[in-house]
């Protein structure tokens, strides 16, 4: 479980979240929705200790945030960023690779290089395995990084934006897989999502932020309407129920 | 790959010998290793120079890839970024304040100002944005040019001028037995560093990746910074500065066998060892009897090679 206690963040004079509270249960697809410039990256970079806390408290099961050991963490939780460096001649496998430098510090036994594998193949990099990054596409430079949060195989996998750039087919497949860790593994996603339509088709809760407070919260069904979408994102989008999850008109 | 780092450990071999064999006391390959006073020869002066040019180019090489993955930058090395030019300050002011100092203490100090110096340099262009790479090696350029007028000007008041040239333009002539050994330190630096090749190959991916991977980030980094400030203490003070190995090498290399230093690193080392000890050699052979420091032949053959990659094929390396 993540839980996130009266968070507060400044950047010089703005203030980009004002008194976050949230219970992340352990298992399921929680998604993350709001205007850009919401604090939906910065409330991700915090959980996952990119960026020092400033007020509040964040645990991520029995560990407290700023307290426990970084090594640790990273067994437990793997966040992939919004913006990573792509101008890099590593490897697709390599990078992949250092996916489960947490797990082997530096001396990767053979279930490592398995389970880099089964990755690859997963993400259907098998045949982009020997390129460079910088020789990739942005569709495809994604896939890569979202198998390297993926081979870290920790319990909380946070991902910000992760369909950037993904074709339909990754984009239904990556979405596939996330439903699958959690409902097979009990693994706990966290994902930020701007395409409402794929947070009300695969997650079990969505969180709406607004000018870094929690405007809405709860199951797809309740939160996606469109009073909700012209509350927050200040546009008249029709909601029609679809099979009985809502489809936001676009 | 492999055949490619046996082209170049032949090529290295090749050189090492012609290095071996050349040079202003006029001996013959055969009498040279014939005669006692060949030997001598090769003991004292020869090996010496051919072992210092190699460790200063497989060092600062080193050096420059891990400056260049702590900026997430490829265009920016110690010599060029005002670490070198911190050195060069550092043993300037230990002349000057502690003229008995012994040379290990002056190295001392002059890797502690190399420290203090590339600190700076993160400090100020961490603030720049990324969207701008070339805005970091040309403020790296500025920030070098500010310290070495600073330290010009206190060499100037201290009446110390011309030793200032001796540190500023890095050649081999002097170099002897006795007088060289620091320098398998900063080889030894270099060599630690392939310890932490993973860590270092991480730490170019960024802070965030790094951090998200159990990485102690600042803790990388500030070792990074240390193996650069060594390297470049060491090689200023016992060679003087050679600019443009740290910057070319890794770049090149990088080209052929990509960024993990695992694989990378020690390619790094050999073409870097390679390029100063055929500078050296160049710079003995050209205007015979008469020698060009080693600085000066990368400078010209760095600079062609830094534009190339700026505006040839090599434009998108930032
Ligand atoms: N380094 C910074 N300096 C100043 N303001 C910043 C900085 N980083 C973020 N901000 C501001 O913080 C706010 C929240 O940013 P954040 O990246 O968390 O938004 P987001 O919800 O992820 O938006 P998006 O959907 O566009 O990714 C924005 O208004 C942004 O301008
Ligand atoms: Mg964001």
């Known amino acids: 479980m993540i839980?996130?206690?009266?968070?507060?963040?400044?950047?010089?004079?703005?203030?980009?979240?004002?008194?976050?509270?949230?219970?992340?249960?352990?298992?399921?697809?929680?998604?993350?929705?709001?205007?850009?410039?919401?604090?939906?990256?910065?409330?991700?970079?915090?959980?996952?200790?990119?960026?020092?806390?400033?007020?509040?408290?964040?645990r991520v099961d029995d560990m407290q945030l700023g307290q426990c050991d970084d090594r640790a963490l990273a067994r437990k939780l793997a966040?992939?960023?919004?913006?990573?460096?792509?101008?890099?001649?590593?490897?697709?496998?390599?990078?992949?690779?250092?996916?489960?430098?947490?797990?082997?510090?530096?001396?990767?036994?053979?279930?490592?290089?398995?389970?880099?594998?089964?990755?690859?193949?997963?993400?259907?990099?098998?045949p982009l395995a020997d390129r460079q990054l910088e020789t990739l596409s942005g569709g495809q430079r994604q896939r890569a990084f979202v198998a390297m949060s993926y081979v870290q195989d920790t319990d909380f996998l946070l991902l910000d934006e992760p369909l950037n750039n993904l074709d339909l087919a990754a984009a239904r497949s990556l979405m596939a897989q996330l439903r699958q860790l959690a409902d097979d593994q009990g693994r706990t996603v966290v994902i930020v999502l701007h395409d409402i339509n794929y947070a009300t088709a695969y997650a079990d809760r969505i969180v709406v932020l607004k000018g870094g407070r929690v405007v809405a919260d709860g199951a797809p069904a309740e939160t996606v309407t469109a009073a909700m979408l012209e509350q927050v994102f200040g546009t008249a989008a029709p909601v029609h129920s679809v099979g009985g999850r809502p489809v936001v008109l676009v | 790959?492999?055949?490619?780092?046996?082209?170049?450990?032949?090529?290295?071999?090749?050189?090492?010998?012609?290095?071996?064999?050349?040079?202003?006391?006029?001996?013959?390959?055969?009498?040279?290793?014939?005669?006692?006073?060949?030997?001598e020869l090769i003991r004292d002066s020869r090996l010496p120079r051919t072992l210092a040019a190699l460790l200063t180019g497989a060092a600062l090489a080193v050096a420059g890839q891990i400056m260049q993955l702590i900026a997430q930058n490829r265009f920016v090395e110690p010599m060029t970024a005002g670490t070198g030019q911190s050195a060069v300050l550092g043993i300037l002011l230990t002349s000057v304040l502690l003229p008995g100092a012994a040379?290990?203490?002056?190295?001392?100090?002059?890797?502690?100002?190399?420290?203090?110096?590339?600190?700076?340099?993160?400090?100020?262009?961490?603030?720049?944005?990324?969207?701008?790479?070339?805005?970091?090696?040309?403020?790296?350029?500025?920030?070098?040019?500010?310290?070495?007028?600073?330290?010009?000007?206190?060499?100037?008041?201290?009446?110390?001028?011309?030793?200032?040239?001796?540190?500023?333009g890095g050649e081999f002539s002097g170099t002897m037995r006795g007088r060289y050994e620091l320098l398998w330190l900063a080889g030894l630096a270099a060599l630690a560093s392939y310890l932490v090749a993973d860590q270092l190959s991480i730490l170019g991916l960024g802070e965030a990746v790094s951090l998200n991977?159990?990485?102690?980030?600042?803790?990388?980094?500030?070792?990074?910074?240390?193996?650069?400030?060594?390297?470049?203490?060491?090689?200023?003070?016992?060679?003087?500065?050679?600019?443009?190995?740290?910057?070319?090498?890794?770049?090149?290399?990088?080209?052929?066998?990509?960024?993990?230093?695992?694989?990378?690193?020690?390619?790094?080392?050999?073409?870097?060892?390679a390029l100063v000890l055929a500078a050296d050699l160049a710079g003995r052979l050209l205007i015979h009897p008469f020698e060009i420091p080693a600085a000066t032949v990368i400078g010209i053959l760095g600079a062609a090679v830094f534009l190339w990659m700026l505006y040839g094929r090599g434009s998108h390396a930032a």
Request: aromatic share 4%; hydrophobic share 50%; charged share 10%.
């Open chain 2, 103 to 168: 040379l290990p203490v002056k190295m001392a100090l002059a890797a502690l100002t190399a420290l203090a110096g590339s600190l700076g340099f993160f400090a100020i262009t961490r603030r720049l944005p990324p969207t701008q790479p070339l805005l970091v090696p040309l403020v790296g350029l500025v920030y070098g040019g500010v310290i070495g007028a600073a330290t010009a000007y206190a060499a100037f008041q201290a009446d110390m001028l011309q030793y200032l040239e001796i540190w500023l």
């Open chain 2, 1 to 39: 790959m492999a055949r490619a780092t046996l082209i170049a450990l032949l090529a290295l071999l090749a050189l090492v010998c012609a290095s071996l064999l050349a040079g202003v006391a006029g001996l013959d390959a055969r009498a040279l290793l014939t005669s006692g006073e060949g030997w």
């Open chain 2, 213 to 273: 991977l159990g990485l102690n980030y600042r803790q990388v980094v500030l070792a990074g910074l240390v193996v650069i400030a060594l390297v470049s203490g060491l090689t200023v003070v016992t060679v003087g500065m050679i600019p443009f190995v740290g910057l070319v090498v890794p770049n090149l290399v990088s080209r052929v066998a990509g960024d993990n230093l695992r694989r990378s690193l020690p390619v790094t080392a050999l073409a870097g060892a």
């Open chain 1, 79 to 126: 966040i992939l960023p919004q913006q990573v460096n792509a101008s890099s001649r590593l490897t697709v496998r390599d990078l992949v690779g250092f996916g489960r430098y947490p797990h082997h510090r530096g001396r990767p036994t053979a279930g490592d290089r398995a389970r880099v594998e089964a990755a690859l193949a997963q993400f259907d990099l098998g």
């Open chain 1, 3 to 58: 839980e996130i206690q009266s968070v507060s963040h400044r950047i010089g004079q703005a203030q980009i979240l004002t008194d976050v509270s949230l219970r992340l249960e352990r298992g399921g697809v929680i998604a993350l929705a709001g205007p850009n410039g919401a604090g939906k990256s910065t409330l991700l970079s915090l959980i996952a200790r990119l960026q020092p806390l400033q007020q509040g408290q964040i």
